[in-house]
């Protein structure tokens, strides 16, 4: 049985899809003002390999992740920059997809926009004010009655009263509590708006995630997950508009990624601790980045730091040490360790232990090459099929170990050096064998010799 660990009731349950074997997944995704940064990779990551070991149990799923492409942010930035908000937009859209690309991440089934669903947040406000969840003080504004839902706080474990506490209501709102939150903005002298019941304005961002979510997947779906700042007040929020409108259950199961921090430290540009994707990736191998996030539990705290991604690149040499020199063949063994990565991905995905697993497999394929090759070949074929997994070890071994090496070294000379001293160990001339293997090392080229031949890396 799966279980996943259900932040609304604080519990791990089994996963009991709606409808036959259909999981329903919507993932709150970027608001795309700025580049990724890790924070989002964080949750990009963990939703993937949610998403792929589903579908590896046989789940038919329909994964939803939303881009927010209207909100103050955007339209600050693009004024900030002197552009349309539209073409600020689709640049960092078009940025996003590539940094998810250079780690593995799939795309989404449905990936909704904000601005395509306006009419669909009128016809739910719409509702809310019919059934006296939502009122329109007359300024262009629409406000959400945080007071009258009854259960508000329930997945936070949030009380209305201690909100209550310091909440003011701004000068500009019209407000009557302060703890009631906006569904539609009244337009601004330059800011974009669309024409509703209400007048010229822009949805508020908590409701265009309940109108993209149920407009994708139905007024119940199975999972509701996102990153760990969300779960107040927008995953709150949403619970309370989407479950007044349509008086049902919004979401069976909500799941959310752990915090990154940065060397202890929350991340925050103050600190100067604030990196983009692409930042990141400029100085580690994609891969090195996905294993180190795969590597701790989706959600639990990571800690970002040198050392940290220092051993992630340890961890994915020795892997593919064991892969390299072995020829792809069909995976074959290996049963009793797919049970037990099934078993711990099977526990709310947790994936530190399935890597446990697979290092034990590495341990078995190092031995077996020296006793049974091809046993080795058809082990190593089964960690790679484990391994698609969390997106990792699906380079070719030297690719990976090799990697970096444009323009510190001639991949071309290095083989041809190589070549010329497997000659001369053919020829018995081990001075030259010997020469050859001193000239590749001042070069920072590190000879591994083995059973399918000498392949090469650059030395730390």
Known sequence: MLTIYNTLSKTKEVLKPLEGNHVRMYVCGMTVYDFCHIGHARVMVAFD??????RHRGYELTYVR????IDDKIIRRAQENGEDFEVLVERMIAAMHEDEARLSVLRPDIEPRATGHIPGMHEMIQTLIDKGFAYAPGNGDVYYRVGKFVGYGKLSRKKIEDLRIGARIE????????????????AKPGEP???SPWGAGRPGWHIECSVMSTCCLGETFDIHGGGPDLVFPHHEN??????AATGKLYANAWMHAGAVRVDGEKMSKSLGNFFTIREVLEKYHPEVVRYFLVSSQYRSPINYSEDSLKEAKGALERFYHALKGLPDVAAVGGDAYAERFADAMNDDFNSPEACAVLFEM????NRLRDTDFNAAAGLAARLKELASVLGVLQLEPEAFLQAGAEGKVDAAEVDALIAARLQARTDKNWAESDRIRDQLTAMGVVLEDGKGGTTWRLAE
Do not use: C, H, Y
């Not at 590495?362 to 394929?365: M, P």
């Open 238 to 243: 949403e619970i309370a508009q989407s479950e």
């Open 193 to 195: 708006s669309w024409m």
């Open 362 to 365: 590495v341990r078995e394929i």
């Open 171 to 186: 000068v500009d709102e019209s407000k009557q509590d302060p703890l009631d939150f906006v569904l539609w903005k009244g």
């Open 49 to 54: 390999v949610i998403a792929r070991w589903l």
């Open 66 to 69: 939303n881009i927010t492409d």
